[in-house]
Each structure stands twice: as structure tokens, then as C-alpha cells.
């Protein structure tokens, strides 16, 4: 272990605990075991990661509302049990007990060498062929053109800039090849925005549930995420909306420097918003003097919408220069070609071109040129090709979800990779944990929460193919059945607090 360890305040671990759910114990809890146990829940979960530096006993005693030798006790458990290791003048840092097995990253694709298991985890599709293959011909014969040069095109490939361009055009947003940056992924031109228009501390608005990777990186960036929450009127089966009322409140009474926006088949929830919403958020945006960042790598996905019933894109509602656009061709045409973009004004797009020479000096020509053969010659294609995966899995599992876990409710989105499920009080992470056991691989709610929050919700991938279904969906209620047994289902109890 080394000296550096990041460290969560009193007022952030005060918020994860009350998320917490520990196992059953016979009896009543102490409040130190209360303590102890929700403490080691997170560090087993993953959601307080090994080597935090707790804070101090006096300091978290003052903020939970309880004394300081209940604090102390919990702490002295924790270190014999091994979830928390201590060194005089250094603090207490969470810990793993020996021979424990790191928490799964449900996030990460399943290991080659776990091919039992049913990876409901991550959300990404095959590659669609022949189509892939095809473009992927046609680049190997344009390459010679590029390879007698360096190589390197910090804004991209032309002929991909123009295709981007060209797409964005006739999506309803007039668009030129100078206001496209091409990156190494949707990720990396996330990463590219980030840098240039936060510094530590600022705060960003985000919406609640939001993409877990995305929220990640703005974590590690320094910003200080304050969730709005998606709105569903007809309760956990109703559609998901923006909530105007909630956006403003915070904007005017926040001021973040940027939101976070995914208007398009949002992650996890498969949302599309409407284009007044959109009006009325970049209204207020303006208003707040804050940049709307607008995640558009799942725009393509519309698998349960007509083209002619999508809203124009946010940017085209735009003309202040308010919002920058992120996209990706890895949702839509394979997650391995490594492409994504950013769409802004030609300024910016020069400063984040000039940015990313200190880390990401350009994309492989070769993925641009595939990229640009499928947008340009293969579009429709690939789109009707991919829909009709997407759909089609949809409607599996949707079928043994009703079927099998009747008291589980979602709703079926209009388009997106995956359904949004509210578990019905099962905890996502004790349900994540479980599948372990049953050989499914789960994406547990709090993941795409700030602080914990929607414990009570799972994502699933809608990448399961059609016959795969029955079979996934059976891990999966039988990982509920083991989650239920284990104590983990039911309301949560009170965490210490200052009531």
C-alpha cells in the first residue's frame, strides 16, 4: 500500500451509508455493529474503494450525530475483520480481508476465462455484418493514400469530419467539417471537454440516474456532481422525462459551470425527450450561463421510434455556442472501432485539437476510414440491421421479466441498449453480488447514482440475443431468490444520523 490515498469527507461517507444495506444479523444491532457493517457492505459492493482514507473519529462522530466510541469501536471491528488498515500519523484507509476477492466490475466485459457466465452487464453490440467487413475492405484500399504521410490528424481524418457533418446535417443541425473534432472514442472527447471547460471544484448537473463511466470521470476530474431527477409520472413502469421544474431550481440555485445531458435514448433508461423540454432546458441553461455537454452516442438507437418522430437534435435549438455535442460510432456500428467525436464551435475545436496533443496525439486512420465507409455508403443499413437486434431482444426479455419477476416493474423505452428494471426493494448490489453465485453478471442501480442513490434498480442490456434470453433471465431470478434469502431485500433501515 502506498502513503497517497484519496479521502472521503464526513459529510460523503454520512451519504453512502445511509445507502448501505448489511446482511440480517439475529437481534438488535448496537450502533457500532450498525456502523461496522454498512462500512464493510460498501467496501465489499466496490462503491467505497479500497484504500479510501476514512476521516477521523472525532470528525465522523460529529457528523453521524453519535458518540465518539461508537466510532472508534466500529473502526477497531473493522480492522480486525480486515476492511480497514491504520497507521499512526497516516489515518485509517479501507482494506480487502486477506484472500478476499476483489468486487466484480459488472461494468467490464466478463473474462474470457468465465465463458459460463451470462454477461448482463455490459451494454454493447456485436458488430453488424457483412457490413462491418465490408467497410473495413474498402479502407485497406484507401490506406496506402494516407500512409505515405505521418499519420497524424489531431482534428481527424477529412473525410471522416465530412461524413460526421454530413450526418449532423441531415439529422436537422447544419453542420461544417470545421466543428468536428474526431477522438478516440465518445470517452475521449468527454475527457477533451472536461479539461477545458471545468477546474477542480466546479460543480456539474447531472441527471439522476446518468451514464455510470461518465459520472466516473467527472468524479476523479474534481467536479462536484448535483443530480436532477428523471421524472416518471405514472410511477416505475410510467415513461422517463426531464423534470423542467427540477432543472431550473438547480441551474438558478446551483449555477454549475456544465451539465450533463443524454437526450437521445438516455443510459441506462432509454428516455427520448421532447423537443420542447429541450427548448425549456437550454432556456434556463442560458439563463444560468451554464454549457449543456449533450451525450449523443446512443442517438442512432431509436429501435421503437419512427425517424420523422425524433426530435431535432438539442444543438440545433441553440444560438448562443451553449452546447457541445459528443458521439461515437462504437453504440451504433461495434464498440471495438474506436471512434468517437465532438461537435463545437471551430474555437474550440481547434483549443481541444491543440489540447490532446499532450495525451492522445490522434485516432487510428484506419478505424476513421471504416468509420467513414459505414457512415457514408452503409448507414441505413446498419441502422435497420442493429434495431432489429435491439428490438428483438427487447421483446425477450421483457417477456421472461413479466414472466418470471412479476413484481419487478419497468418501462419499454422507445429505443437505447438496455431496460431500466426498479427491483421492486431488492438491492441491485446484493443482487449484483449474488449473480456471482448463479453465473449471471449484473449492473447494480447505485452505479448510475450519485451518493449511492438507486439501490433499488438494475440495468439490463438489451444484447441478450432472443434465445439467450430464457436462460438469463432465469440466473437472473434465481440471483433475486439468493438476494432475498440473504437479507438483503426490504426497506432500508435508519442510518446513524444528527436526528
Known amino acids: 500500500m502506498t502513503d497517497w490515498h484519496s479521502t472521503l469527507t464526513p459529510p460523503a461517507l454520512a451519504r453512502l451509508l445511509r445507502t448501505a444495506r448489511p446482511p440480517e444479523r439475529p437481534g438488535r444491532r448496537t450502533a457500532y455493529r450498525t456502523l461496522t457493517d454498512r462500512i464493510s457492505t460498501l467496501v465489499a459492493d466496490g462503491r467505497l474503494p479500497v484504500g479510501t482514507r476514512l476521516p477521523a473519529e472525532r470528525e465522523l462522530a460529529a457528523e453521524l450525530g453519535v458518540s465518539r466510541t461508537t466510532v472508534a469501536t466500529a473502526y477497531e471491528a473493522l480492522r480486525t475483520e480486515g476492511y480497514l488498515r491504520s497507521r ?4 485509517s484507509w479501507t482494506a480487502l480481508p486477506e484472500g478476499s476477492r476483489p468486487p466484480t466490475d459488472a461494468l467490464h466485459p466478463v473474462p474470457p476465462d468465465q465463458p459460463d457466465t451470462v454477461d448482463l452487464g455490459v451494454a454493447a453490440l456485436p458488430a453488424p455484418q457483412p457490413y462491418l467487413g465490408e467497410a473495413a475492405a474498402r479502407a485497406l484500399e484507401q490506406l496506402p493514400a494516407y500512409a505515405a504521410g505521418h499519420g497524424h490528424y489531431p482534428t481527424g481524418v477529412p473525410v471522416l469530419r465530412e461524413a460526421v457533418a454530413r450526418r449532423f446535417t441531415a439529422r436537422g443541425l447544419p453542420t461544417t467539417p470545421e466543428q468536428i473534432l474526431i477522438t478516440t472514442g465518445a ?15 466546479d460543480r456539474v448537473a447531472v441527471e439522476a440516474p446518468s451514464y455510470a463511466h461518465t459520472l466516473q470521470a467527472l468524479r476523479r476530474g474534481g467536479a462536484r456532481l448535483v443530480p436532477v431527477p428523471l421524472a416518471r409520472p405514472d410511477g416505475p413502469a410510467g415513461p422517463t422525462r426531464w423534470s423542467p421544474g427540477d432543472w431550473q431550481r438547480v441551474l438558478r440555485g446551483a449555477a454549475p459551470r456544465l451539465a450533463y445531458v443524454i437526450p437521445d435514448f438516455h443510459n441506462p433508461t432509454g428516455a427520448l425527450i421532447d423537443e420542447e423540454q429541450r427548448r425549456r432546458l437550454l432556456a434556463d441553461a442560458r439563463a444560468a450561463g451554464t454549457v449543456l455537454l449533450v451525450d ?9 421510434v419512427p425517424d420523422r418522430a425524433l426530435p431535432r437534435p438539442l444543438a440545433a435549438l441553440d444560438r448562443s455556442a451553449q452546447v457541445v455535442t459528443v458521439g461515437s460510432a462504437g453504440k451504433l456500428f461495434w464498440g471495438g472501432l474506436r471512434i468517437g467525436w465532438l461537435r463545437a464551435t471551430p474555437a474550440l475545436v481547434r483549443e481541444l485539437a491543440a489540447d490532446r496533443a499532450f495525451s492522445d496525439i490522434g485516432t487510428p486512420v484506419l478505424d476513421q476510414l471504416i468509420a467513414a465507409a459505414l457512415l457514408t455508403d452503409r448507414l441505413p443499413e446498419v441502422r435497420a440491421h442493429q434495431h432489429e437486434r435491439l ?14 419477476l412479476p413484481d419487478w416493474s419497468f418501462a419499454m423505452p422507445p429505443g437505447g441498449l438496455a431496460l431500466w428494471l426498479a427491483t421492486g426493494g431488492v438491492s441491485g448490489t446484493a443482487l449484483a453480488r449474488a449473480g456471482e453465485r448463479t453465473g449471471v453478471r449484473l449492473a447494480a442501480g447505485a452505479r448510475f447514482g450519485v451518493d449511492g442513490a438507486f439501490e433499488d434498480y438494475l440495468r439490463i442490456p438489451l444484447t441478450v440475443p432472443p434465445t439467450a434470453a430464457p436462460e438469463a433471465v432465469a440466473r437472473l431470478a434465481e440471483a433475486a431468490a439468493q438476494a432475498a434469502r440473504g437479507g438483503y431485500g426490504g426497506a432500508v433501515e435508519s442510518a446513524p444520523s444528527a436526528a
Do not use: V
Open 88 to 91: 499512526r500519523g497516516a489515518g
Open 187 to 201: 470517452m475521449g472527447a468527454l475527457h477533451l471537454a472536461r479539461r477545458a471547460l471545468l477546474t477542480r471544484g
Open 296 to 304: 449523443e452516442t446512443t442517438a442512432e438507437l431509436g429501435w421503437g
Open 391 to 404: 428490438r428483438s431482444s427487447a421483446e425477450a426479455l421483457a417477456g421472461e421479466l413479466r414472466r418470471r
